[in-house]
C-alpha cells in the first residue's frame, strides 16, 4: 500500500523558516519524481516545487529563491526547506510521487505564516 506522509507545518512568523519532510513507503522511490503543491483558501491548488528521481528542481516564481526542495532516497523521503516565509504561503502543503504512469498524494500538512 503506498503512502506518503507529510509533516513539519505549523505556525510561524512572517520572515521565519519551516522544513516540511514527506516520507514514502509502498513505492521504489528513487524512480518518482516528487513534487510539494500547495493550496490556501479560496485559491487554486498550485505547484510550489518539483525534484526529478534525477535530481534536477524546478520551483514556482513565487518561492524562487526562498524555497528548496531536496531528496534523501535512502531515506525514501522528500524535503521542503522554506525560508523568508511571507503570509500569502500560508496553505496546506502536499506531497506528490509520479512516475509515467501513477500519482500518489498525502494528506497535507498545514503551514500557517501569521504576524
Known amino acids: 500500500q503506498v503512502q506518503l506522509v507529510e509533516s513539519g507545518g505549523g505556525l510561524v512568523q512572517p520572515g521565519g523558516s519551516l522544513r516540511l519532510s514527506c516520507a514514502a513507503s509502498?513505492?521504489?522511490?528513487?524512480?518518482?519524481?516528487m513534487d510539494w503543491f500547495r493550496q490556501a483558501p479560496g485559491k487554486q491548488r498550485e505547484l510550489v516545487a518539483i525534484?526529478?528521481?534525477?535530481?534536477?528542481?524546478n520551483y514556482a516564481r513565487s518561492v524562487k529563491g526562498r524555497f528548496t526542495i531536496s531528496r534523501d532516497n535512502a531515506k525514501n523521503t522528500v524535503y521542503l526547506q522554506m525560508n523568508s516565509l511571507k503570509p500569502e504561503d500560508t496553505a496546506v502543503y502536499y506531497c506528490?510521487?509520479?512516475?509515467?504512469?501513477?500519482?500518489?498524494w498525502g494528506k497535507g500538512t498545514l503551514v500557517t505564516v501569521s504576524s
Open positions: 509502498g513505492i521504489i522511490f528513487s524512480t518518482y519524481n
Open positions: 525534484i526529478t528521481s534525477g535530481g534536477s528542481t
Open positions: 506528490n510521487a509520479n512516475d509515467r504512469t501513477t500519482h500518489y
